[in-house]
T-cell receptor
Framework: SQTIHQWPATLVQPVGSPLSLECTVE??????LYWYRQAAGRGLQLLFY??????ISSEVPQNLSASRPQDRQFILSSKKLLLSDSGFYLC??????????FGQGTRLTVV | QKEVEQDPGPLSVPEGAIVSLNCTYS??????FMWYRQYSRKGPELLMY????GNKEDGRFTAQVDKSSKYISLFIRDSQPSDSATYLC??????????FGTGTRLLVSP
C-alpha cells in the first residue's frame, strides 16, 4: 500500500526566509504527485502537480515553486516567504483515477 | 462561481442522528466523485468514491451522485462522536486533477 511521508510537521519561518518542504512516496512507482495548500475555511487549493520526473505543472501564480528530482520525491520551495504563504501544505499521490492518498501535512506559519 | 460549492457548517447533531452532507458543482465533465474525512491537523483520508450517477453504500455511509442536478451527497447513519471531523467532497474529470469543496465541519455530540 502507498505511504506518503511529509516533513516537517510544523514550521515557523520569518518573512523573507527560504522554504523547502519534502514529500516522498513509498509503495508505488511513477505516481502522479500533488501539492495542495489548505487555508482555514477555504478548502484545498491545488498548487502544483507532476506526472513524472522533472515535469511540473503550476495551477496558480504564487511565490512558490516545485521540483521533482526523483520518481518518488516532490519538493515545494520558496526563495522568500510572505505572510500569505502561511497555511497547511499537503502532498498527495494518485492511485488509479479515484484514490488520492495524502500525507499528514506541514503546518507553516510565516511570522 | 466556484467549481465546487460546499456549506462550511459547522453542522451540529446529536449522537445517533442521520447526517446529510452535500456539494454542488458546475463542471458537467466531472465523472468521479469522492468524499474525504479530515480530522484536525491531519491529512484527508478517502471515505468513499462513486463513478457517474448512482448510490454507493459502505457500512454507515452512503454516497449519492445526481449528475443531472450536479449534486452529490454523503449520508451518515447512526452518527457517532468519532465522526466529528471536516468532510470534503472532491471530484475529477478523470485526468487526476481533484477539485475540492471547502469542507463541512461536523460535530456529533454524545
Amino acid at each position: 500500500s502507498q505511504t506518503i511521508h511529509q516533513w516537517p510537521a510544523t514550521l515557523v519561518q520569518p518573512v523573507g526566509s527560504p522554504l523547502s518542504l519534502e514529500c516522498t512516496v513509498e509503495g508505488t512507482s511513477n505516481p502522479n504527485l500533488y501539492w495542495y495548500r489548505q487555508a482555514a475555511g477555504r478548502g484545498l487549493q491545488l498548487l502544483f502537480y507532476s506526472v513524472g520526473i522533472g515535469q511540473i505543472s503550476s495551477e496558480v501564480p504564487q511565490n512558490l515553486s516545485a521540483s521533482r528530482p526523483q520518481d518518488r520525491q516532490f519538493i515545494l520551495s520558496s526563495k522568500k516567504l510572505l505572510l500569505s504563504d502561511s497555511g497547511f501544505y499537503l502532498c498527495a499521490c494518485f492511485v488509479y483515477y479515484t484514490e488520492a492518498f495524502f500525507g499528514q501535512g506541514t503546518r507553516l506559519t510565516v511570522v | 462561481q466556484k467549481e465546487v460549492e460546499q456549506d462550511p457548517g459547522p453542522l451540529s447533531v446529536p449522537e445517533g442522528a442521520i447526517v446529510s452532507l452535500n456539494c454542488t458543482y458546475s463542471n458537467s465533465a466531472f465523472q468521479y466523485f469522492m468524499w474525504y474525512r479530515q480530522y484536525s491537523r491531519k491529512g484527508p483520508e478517502l471515505l468513499m468514491y462513486t463513478y457517474s450517477s448512482g448510490n454507493k453504500e459502505d457500512g454507515r455511509f452512503t454516497a449519492q451522485v445526481d449528475k443531472s442536478s450536479k449534486y452529490i451527497s454523503l449520508f451518515i447513519r447512526d452518527s457517532q462522536p468519532s465522526d466529528s471531523a471536516t468532510y470534503l467532497c472532491a471530484m475529477t474529470t478523470g485526468f487526476q486533477k481533484l477539485v475540492f469543496g471547502t469542507g463541512t465541519r461536523l460535530l456529533v455530540s454524545p
